[in-house]
């Protein structure tokens, strides 16, 4: 890896998109969930920030209209971590 190389975020998940992801049995959106989350974490700045979000971590929303996946999120201070607070596939 090169030294300028950026480092890919971490995914965690929130309790309730946890259960989200648990109901999820389709492979068809599971591997579109995957896509979207793979291009959430090598670039997290890429969602749109969600207006009337409360004061903490801003709210993010990523839509992939080719896969049709939906994911908000926020990413922590240090942009390690992007945690997802809610899917939709």
Known sequence: MSPHARRRARIA???AAAKQLE????????????RALVVI????????????NAPGPQLLQYTDEVEQVRVLYFVTALKTVVVVAYIEV
């Open 23 to 34: 109901a999820l049995t389709d492979e068809a959106e599971l591997h579109a969930l995957d």
């Open 41 to 52: 974490s090598v670039d997290p700045a890429i969602g749109e920030p969600i207006p009337g």
């Open 13 to 15: 998940f929130s309790e």
